[in-house]
């Protein structure tokens, strides 16, 4: 099936590793200029640079399509507009963005902090209001459409019971984020839409997945953890003309988990 992404640039934010490393290569795999966002903070010791250029350098070895590593911080609004500009200056307009960083803190609440609280939802709920905020100005001033797919979880409607409430509610708070934005912008044919995964091999999750592996299967009913290509593959849909009459949909990718 032709998803008719040939030449359309895709910024996925969070790219370099996991879930968003997966859905850059099934993105170039289309065709898709793919910018890998990374995220470095020298105060915390984080610099995902060199995975980001290892990524794009096989992303044009194997699939013969341009990709930009772009460094940033989504909870910082210049930095969210930097990377725009830097996309569209080697690549060209964004297209697709796809709003994969997060992070996933454990601390439950009696003894989590304010800082904790505030960072994880300024990654994962001010971040995507940002670059969403960024693409459909830029869109809209434009006169062109787009398409948007926010990374939400299961935990969004399910809570947490091990120590990741903050992490829940900002998965909630995205996915009405994402009704709301899609109501808001749907009359300039720009497409919003979510995703909410369930458990996953990525390097976010797997020592939390491997302590508690048999109570984590437990919860599924297919009875294993996704590979984040699974995932990957309904989000690169969501991405594409072929969801053409879809916009604020949270689509479940969690295993039977939601079966909603």
């Not at 990524?55 to 940033?72: F, K, Q």
């Not at 803190?105 to 940002?130: C, H, I, Q």
């Not at 508690?212 to 593959?233: C, F, M, W, Y």
Request: some cysteine; proline content about 3%.
């Amino acid at each position: 099936m032709d998803l008719h992404l040939q030449d359309k640039v895709a910024l996925v934010t969070g790219g370099s590793r996991g879930l968003g490393r997966a859905i850059a290569r099934e993105l170039a795999a289309e065709g898709a200029r793919v910018a890998v966002h990374y995220y470095r903070d020298a105060e915390r010791g984080i610099d995902l640079a060199g995975e980001a250029a290892e990524l794009a350098e096989s992303i044009r070895a194997e699939y013969g399509v341009p990709a930009l590593p772009v460094p940033g911080d989504v909870a910082r609004a210049a930095d969210v507009a930097e990377a725009f500009r830097a996309v569209e200056a080697e690549l060209g307009p964004v297209d697709v963005l796809v709003n994969n960083a997060g992070v996933w803190p454990t601390s439950y609440v009696k003894d989590m902090t304010e800082a904790e609280w505030n960072r994880t939802v300024a990654v994962n709920l001010t971040g995507p209001f940002l670059t969403c905020r960024e693409a459909v100005r830029r869109w809209i001033d434009a006169g062109r459409t787009g398409r948007i797919v926010n990374v939400s979880s299961q935990a969004a409607f399910l809570g947490s019971t091990t120590g990741h409430a903050h992490y829940a509610a900002s998965k909630g708070g995205l996915v009405t984020f994402t009704v709301s934005l899609a109501r808001e912008v749907a009359a300039h044919g720009i497409h919003v839409n979510a995703v909410a995964p369930g458990f996953m091999e990525t390097e976010m999750a797997r020592a939390s997945i491997e302590k508690n592996r048999d109570q984590t299967l437990k919860r599924i009913p297919l009875g294993r953890v996704a590979h984040p290509s699974e995932i990957a593959a309904v989000v690169v849909f969501l991405a594409s003309d072929r969801a053409s009459y879809m916009t604020g949909a949270t689509v479940d990718a969690s295993g039977g988990m939601l079966m909603r």
